[in-house]
Structures are given as structure tokens and as C-alpha cells.
């Protein structure tokens, strides 16, 4: 929003930086750019991208939630003892979105209500929820799911002419939907206000509490989406499924340039952050590097993902109390790409190496 | 005190012709400014005029383009503020920055504490050194004390007490009084007057002219980054530098005009919020300023954002137009026409990294467009509509509130409620920290407002604005609504005895 910064906006250089790994990778990798390929590593993020969106919501809106990944751990444990029980998925489906609800109900009443910091109500949710996982699950594992449910959420299976599996599909009208509502109604813009400066907000007639619950609630929800999807694709359900993603879906959205105090951010940032992430692990995997440096690797993302912004933030503001003059916006000099992946950030898997025996996990393209 | 060869005293500190540009904007023009030791001196100019560029001039923030920084009439080149430092300058700003869990002594001494052998600090010498500061400017703090809850008055003193630690000559205070009561300025003006019996020169900055009768001896005034004039205060009246400063006179400050007085808009009966205030009843007619005076903590903010809801009352009624509104929504009270500018600009007014036009938008997200998405046109058409009508000063509507003076936020702050088209307009001290011109346009513009059927309650602590401004003056003491005052009933001893609680006579009795 500031002159210079239109140059330097971080949301930008993810942009340009997810193009440059793709065209390395197609250049350097073989497979790398095939359809097949690129339609599993876009699938192996699925439930990272989908809870990325109301992530991004909430912390555009100053929030966090730590509990996703339990909440996806508790809808999968779930719908595993549901299918035991001889239900349909079409009960089951509604049944753990209901949970989903009433989860994010307990996390939004505690903040809003109770008063209580999101990231410390979170915490304790994230070992609630998983211990219910437990609770009805135990350490046992669901996997007979028939094909006729798991074809949805594979990357096996794509919507008939395109190479796009259907969990990503629906990701991308998603995205679409969010980002009109973030940038565009004002439904979004006191999102903005909230998260920038809350006081304010409730003092322009923004119902704060509300809209907080509101966002707590639908993240609650599509994690528990997110927690079906995870099921039928690794053909399991187990109440450690998703173990750990919740940090992952965090540095995804804090990696898309959405300031983690709030009050800034894209939700094209954010989405670039989520492509980035599944690119580079992707490319990591076909390439054998160790898992030990994937996971290093991701670490350092993780932390250039917060600290870069906040350089060029630095930066910008220096520059322009060295020269504030207004009207002159054209001191933004360098391009943004200036200096593309050097380093090349992958992300860890959390979940394949737990993931279930009995399918064949899409290591190689055809 | 150092003479020339001619005799004349050498000011301790002084600028000549000094000019300072960021890109296009010329800040300071040919700017002079001589500082003697053992005076204080004030620096006068409405907000943007150059005073902050000047000060930081002073203090090696900024490097002058042309002209000369002079200390004991030497020509000195500042590289940074430890220069100007070390040079026996500080600055003073209005809100300390302390290290909140470190002693008093501890955040004197910060990182140059007298040390024992290997190297151990020396508390007993801290200790002594901070309290024979203290003694020095005639206070009493004690020095052990941890910074945390002292008084932005009290952390003055601390600053104050550091910058002695330095042996500065030279003091500079920001506005140092604008968060600050009655009794912790005074404290504060018998502090400056020690420092300056000791020989040290003061640079003071405050926007409240009685102060800088009080204090200082000489003036400076700037004007749009121009040099007006230094002179001693002893020949000024208020109204001449009021008139050097803006360049109109002090009857234009409050352009009340009289209006007809309409039917009742707001109605407040009985509200009360438990050990905040008690019972407050009072009414708001079509075309009326009232004012709501009283001493700070008098529990005026707190009525008036019960009223509009963003505090809740425990008990009482609220009714604008005829229509009581439901307890604790702001929704509720701005849907029935009620506008509330806070007090506290920075925090509650406005998003302080927001555009302009976001701000002003932000009280219409509903009205901006169909189906809930906002349409950027309307978004703008409203924010260009009333920046032109407040004659906002502004580069783009798309720059951030936080560019802005302060007396131009507080104009978006007003227009982002009266694009609301408010019936009641209330406003939590409208002019607080803001330049005397802006000060005449927002009254000029509350005057008007009402003229046109606005019902105005105004929250102030500025007597002049509210004797100037108010057709009755309601005041509170402790809590309560203890008198209600006619125009023409109102000055500043009637308004002053019901503040303090004078006269329990007069109260408006509970209906």
C-alpha cells in the first residue's frame, strides 16, 4: 500500500519465486513438469491448501489457530469409527463438518468471549481435539474405504479433461471465493481493520466478536473437511493423521506475505505460499534428497518466510524517511525477482511417511 | 555565560538561515533560532509549520542543507543525536520511552553504571548519584523504584534527571504537557525553572498558549517552515501570537452562530455503570452544541461511549429520535444516528495504517456497494466528498492516516463519521493536539454542523472551547452530572466550581 512497497511486496516475490522453481524444476527435473506429477504434488497439499484459506482469514484478522491439524486428526479418527459402525460417507460428511463446527464455536467463544489470546486458547485445543482423536480411535487404522468414495479425493482421478484432481479443484473455486470476499467486500475490509487495529474497528461499528467467532468457526469446519479429504485420500483413518500440519499450514500463509500481527496481507500471497511449499517438496522428493534436509530446509524457509517481509518493511520505511516527499513512488528501484531461489526451500511431509501401507503412494510418474 | 568580543552574550545554542528540504516539501526556509543560556524559549507554530523538523535539527537527527548550526557560536556539524548528545543536547519527547523493568537509577545509569572491581556495578553509587538528580530538581522519586507505573509525568522527570546525567545545557521539550494534569505541569514548569536558574537554555513546544506565557521568556514563531518572529513574550498578547502563528485573530477561533433550537435527539435517562458514573440523565435538542465538562476522570469519556455502546451500561436508557437503543452496540446506535469521534485518535479513530479512503469508508462497508462487495468508486466518490468538505490536506487518497498531521487525521476521523449522516454528533475532545488553525476550521465546522439541525455533544477539557462553543454546559464530578449551565451562565469560575466539585447546588436533579 506504500509507494515503494508495490515493488517490494512480499506477495509478489512468492509469485515469482513459485514460477522460478517451477521452470527449474522442469528444466532440471525429469517427470518434474508432467501432468501426472504435477497433479500429485498438487493434490499432496489438498488439506494444507484448503485450511490455508480460512487461515488466512483469521490471520489477516490478528488470530491463529493452532488446532487445525488435530481438528483434521479428530474428523478422520471420527469418520474411520463411523464407517465402522456401518454408516455412508454421506452421513458421515455432515456429521464431522457438525464437529468441525463445534469445534471452531469453542475456540471463537473462548477468544471472544472469555477474552483469551487465540495462540494460548489453540494450544490447548490442539491437545484437546487429538486426545478425542485418540479417544475414539484409539491407535487403531480405518482403511477399507471403497473406491468409490477414495476416487474423489486422489490424484488418481481428475476432473474429466484437465489434469486437476478434485480436491484442488474445489481448492481453487474456494480460493476464488475467499479472495473476492477478503479484497473485495466489506466483510474483508474489516477483516484488514480488525487485524491492523482492533479498537478502532469496534469503534466504527465493526462487530468484532462476531465476525471473530464467525472466522473461528469456518476454520473449524474445513479442517474437519480437510480431515475427510485426508482420509479417503490415504485410504486411512487414524487418529494421528495430520500430525504437525498445522505448522505447516502457518508458514504457508506467513510465507505468502500475510503479516502475522495482522492487517496485512494477499490472499493471492497466500496461495502462492501453499503452490510454493508443495512445488519444492515435490521437487526435493524426485530428486532423493533426505528427508533430514527437507526438514532443515523447511526451518530455514519457515524463518526467511518472516523475517524477509520484515526486512523489506525495514527497508522501505528507511528509505522513505530518508526521502518522504510524497508523490514520489518511483523510488521502489529494484525489480523484486532481483535474486530468485538461491536456496531452494522445500517443506517437510508430515504425513506420507505416516501414511498408510496398503496404497501405493505416487512416488514416480508414469 | 560566554560574551563575544562585542559584549553580546553568545546564544549557547543557535541556527542561522538554516534550510532543510525532503524532496519537494521545504520543511524549514531560512530558518534562525538563538538560544541563550538561563532562558526559556518557546517554540510556537501550528502543526506542519517545521517545529518537529527543527527540533530534530537541533538534536543531529537531521543535517541542515544550507545554513549553520552554531554551539557557543562555533560552527558545529552533528552526525547523529549521540553527537549532539555528547554536545550537552537533549531532547525531551512527549511520551519517554524506559526500560519499564528497570529502576529508576538503573535507566539513568543505563549502560555507564559506576563500576566496582571486576567489573561489578556499583548500586550504593547509582543509588546516590539518582538521588542527588532528584534532589537537584527538587522531586521526590525514589530511585530504586522500577520504571513500570510511574506517570508519563514521572518519566519525564526520569528523562529529564538523564539528560542532567549527561551535563546537557540544552533542553528541548516536545510538547511535554500534553499528557499531563494541572498539578504534574506545574511540578514540571518549577523543574524547568531550577534547570533554568542553573544556567541551562529550554526550548519548549506546546500548543497551549497560556503555558508558554507561563514558562518562557522569548518566542519563536514559524510559519509554513518560515521564520515569523522571535520576541520577548513580555510584549505579546495571546491574540498577537495566535496571529503571528496562523495569521488571523483569536474571535475567529470560535465562530459560534446562533441557531434554532429543535426538538430532542438524544435522550439519556438514569444511565449508570457500576463505580464508573451514576445516574446520568441530560438531553441533546436539534441545532445544540452542549458541552460535557469536568476534570479528567470525571467519567465524561466513559458516558458518552456507554451512550454509544461500546461500553455497556448496567442500567439506564438510551433513546435517540424517540427510539431506545438496545445496550452495548455501536451498530444499534450508529444505525439509529449516532456518531462518536473518540478521544484517542490513534487508537480508536482511526487504523492508523490504513488509506485515507479505507478510514472513511470504514463507517459505510454496508452502504459501498450491492451484494457486499465495495465498489472503489463509491469507496472514493465518499472519501474526495468529504476531504474536499473538510479541506483535508492530503497527497492521494490512498496514502496512509499515519502520513497526516495530527489536526488532519482528526479531520478524516470526522469525516469518516459524518459521511455516516449522524442526527447526534458526539465528539470526545475534538481538538486535543491539534494547531490553533485546524482548531478554528473543526470548530467552525461543529458550529455549522449544528446551524444546519446536528445535535453536537462535546466532550472537553479546554474551558475556552467549551465557554466558547457550548449553548449549556453540562458537568460532571466523580461520576455524576452535578450541574447544568446556560450559555450565557457559563464562565470559567461556574464551570470550574461544579468541576471540582465546588457547588453541589445547581445539579440536575435525577428525573
Avoid at chain 1, 513438469?33 to 489477516?60: H, K, Q, R, Y
Avoid at chain 2, 451484494?371 to 472503489?376: E, I, N, P, S, W
Avoid at chain 2, 476550521?441 to 477539557?461: F, I, N, P
Wanted: hydrophobic residues 45%; aromatic residues 6%; negative net charge.
Amino acid at each position: 500500500m506504500t509507494g515503494l512497497g508495490k515493488f517490494l511486496r512480499w506477495d509478489t516475490v512468492v509469485g515469482v519465486l513459485l514460477i522460478a522453481v517451477f521452470l527449474a524444476g522442469t528444466g532440471s527435473t525429469e517427470g518434474f513438469g508432467s501432468t501426472g506429477n504435477l497433479s500429485a504434488a498438487l493434490n499432496d497439499t489438498a488439506e494444507i491448501a484448503l485450511i490455508a484459506l480460512p487461515m488466512t482469514l483469521l490471520v489477516v484478522a490478528g488470530q491463529v489457530d493452532l488446532s487445525v491439524a488435530s481438528m483434521l486428526g479428530l474428523s478422520s479418527a471420527l469418520a474411520g469409527a463411523l464407517w465402522d459402525a456401518g454408516w455412508t460417507f454421506e452421513m458421515i460428511l455432515p456429521v464431522c463438518l457438525l464437529v468441525g463446527m463445534a469445534g471452531g464455536l469453542l475456540n471463537g467463544w473462548l477468544v471472544t468471549r472469555v477474552g483469551l489470546p487465540s495462540l494460548a486458547v489453540t494450544i490447548g485445543t490442539l491437545t484437546l481435539y487429538r486426545g478425542l482423536a485418540s479417544v475414539i480411535l484409539g491407535n487403531k487404522a480405518v482403511a477399507d474405504f471403497p473406491e468409490t468414495y477414495s476416487q474423489w479425493a486422489t490424484h488418481l482421478e481428475t476432473v474429466p479433461g484437465t489434469f486437476i484432481p478434485y480436491p484442488i479443484a474445489l481448492f481453487a473455486v474456494l480460493a476464488v471465493i475467499t479472495a473476492i470476499v477478503l479484497h473485495s467486500t466489506g466483510f474483508g475490509r474489516s477483516l484488514f481493520a480488525i487485524g491492523a487495529q482492533e479498537d478502532a474497528a469496534y469503534f466504527a461499528g465493526i462487530r468484532v466478536r462476531r465476525i471473530k467467532l464467525l472466522l473461528f468457526v469456518l476454520t473449524g469446519v474445513m479442517s474437519a473437511f480437510a480431515g475427510i479429504v485426508y482420509t479417503l485420500r490415504y485410504g486411512s483413518a487414524r487418529a494421528d493423521n495430520g500430525l504437525g500440519l498445522e505448522l505447516v499450514v502457518i508458514a504457508s500463509v506467513l510465507l505468502g506475505g500475510i503479516d502475522f500481527n495482522g492487517g496485512k496481507g494477499t490472499l493471492g500471497g497466500a496461495v502462492a505460499g501453499v503452490l510454493l511449499i508443495g512445488l519444492l517438496n515435490n521437487l526435493l522428493t524426485l530428486n532423493d534428497i533426505s528427508n533430514e534436509i527437507r526438514v532443515i530446509v523447511t526451518g530455514l524457509l519457515l524463518i526467511a518466510s518472516v523475517l524477509t517481509p520484515r526486512l523489506i518493511a525495514v527497508l522501505s520505511e528507511r528509505r522513505q524517511r530518508l526521502n518522504p516527499p510524497p508523490g514520489s513512488g518511483t523510488s521502489g528501484s529494484e525489480p523484486p525477482g532481483s535474486g530468485p531461489p538461491q536456496q531452494r526451500p522445500p517443506r517437510q511431509r508430515p504425513p506420507q511417511e505416516r501414511a498408510p501401507q496398503e496404497r501405493i503412494t505416487r512416488k514416480a510418474p508414469q | 555565560m560566554k560574551q563575544s568580543e562585542t559584549g553580546d552574550p553568545v546564544p549557547v545554542l543557535a541556527l542561522t538561515d538554516v534550510s532543510k528540504s525532503f524532496g519537494a516539501v521545504r520543511a524549514l526556509r531560512e530558518v534562525s533560532l538563538r538560544l541563550y543560556s538561563g532562558e526559556a524559549h518557546a517554540l510556537a507554530g501550528e502543526n506542519g509549520a517545521g517545529k518537529s523538523t527543527l527540533i530534530k535539527t537541533l538534536a543531529g537527527v537531521h543535517r541542515p542543507d544550507t545554513g549553520t548550526v552554531l554551539l557557543d557560536g562555533e560552527p558545529v556539524d552533528f552526525q547523529g543525536p549521540a553527537d549532539a548528545r555528547d554536545a550537552g543536547i537533549a531532547v525531551i519527547y512527549q511520551e519517554p520511552t524506559l526500560f519499564a523493568d528497570l529502576t529508576i537509577a538503573e535507566n539513568i545509569f543505563m549502560s555507564r553504571q559506576p563500576l566496582r572491581s571486576f567489573g561489578r556495578i556499583d548500586h550504593a553509587a547509582v543509588h546516590e548519584a539518582t538521588a542527588a538528580l532528584m534532589r537537584r530538581l527538587g522531586v521526590d522519586l525514589d530511585p530504586k523504584r522500577p520504571a513500570r507505573g510511574l506517570s508519563i509525568a514521572d518519566q519525564q522527570i526520569v528523562e529529564i534527571a538523564k539528560a542532567l546525567s549527561f551535563d546537557a545545557r540544552v533542553l528541548i521539550m516536545d510538547e511535554p504537557t500534553a499528557a499531563l494534569t494541572g498539578s504534574e505541569t506545574a511540578r514540571l514548569f518549577s523543574v524547568v525553572r531550577t534547570l533554568r536558574a542553573e544556567g541551562a537554555a529550554v526550548l519548549f513546544i506546546s500548543h497551549r498558549l497560556e503555558e508558554i506565557f507561563q514558562l518562557c521568556q522569548r518566542v519563536t514563531t514559524l510559519r509554513d517552515g518560515c521564520w515569523i518572529a522571535s520576541e520577548p513574550l513580555a510584549d505579546l498578547t495571546e491574540d498577537d501570537l495566535v496571529h503571528r502563528m496562523v495569521g488571523r485573530d483569536l474571535d475567529e477561533l470560535y465562530p459560534k452562530q446562533d441557531t434554532r433550537i429543535g426538538e430532542c435527539a438524544l435522550s439519556v435517562r438514569r444511565l449508570t455503570r457500576e463505580g464508573v458514573f451514576f445516574d446520568v440523565s441530560f438531553e441533546v435538542r436539534r441545532g445544540e452544541i452542549v458541552a460535557l465538562a469536568g476534570l479528567v476522570g470525571a467519567g465524561r469519556s466513559e458516558v458518552v461511549q456507554a451512550v454509544f455502546g461500546v461500553d455497556r451500561a448496567d442500567a439506564g436508557a438510551v433513546e435517540v429520535n424517540g427510539r431506545t437503543l438496545p445496550p452495548g452496540s455501536p451498530t444499534a446506535a450508529m444505525d439509529a444516528g449516532i456518531a462518536l469521534v473518540p478521544e484517542d485518535r490513534r487508537q480508536r479513530g482511526l487504523v492508523m495504517e490504513m488509506s485515507i479512503e479505507r478510514n472513511i469508508g470504514l463507517t459505510g462497508l454496508d452502504e459501498l456497494g450491492r451484494a457486499g462487495l465495495v465498489r472503489r468508486t463509491l469507496e472514493r466518490g465518499r472519501a474526495t466528498d468529504w476531504a474536499t468538505k473538510l479541506q483535508l490536506k492530503y497527497n492521494r487518497l490512498s496514502d496512509t492516516v499515519e502520513v497526516l498531521s495530527g489536526g488532519n487525521q482528526q479531520k478524516v476521523v470526522l469525516a469518516k463519521w459524518l459521511a455516516t449522516e449522524p442526527s447526534v454528533l458526539i465528539v470526545d475532545e475534538p481538538t486535543r493536539g491539534i494547531d490553533v488553525g485546524t482548531k478554528a476550521e473543526v470548530h467552525r465546522l461543529l458550529s455549522s454542523l449544528a446551524a444546519e439541525g446536528l445535535a453536537v455533544l462535546m466532550v472537553s477539557s479546554d474551558l475556552p472551547e467549551v465557554l466558547g462553543m457550548a449553548d449549556r454546559v453540562l458537568v460532571m464530578h466523580e461520576g455524576r452530572l452535578v450541574a447544568e449551565i446556560p450559555r450565557d451562565e457559563a464562565t470559567e469560575a461556574s464551570v470550574m466550581a461544579a468541576a471540582t466539585g465546588r457547588n453541589g447546588g445547581s445539579g440536575e436533579e435525577a428525573a
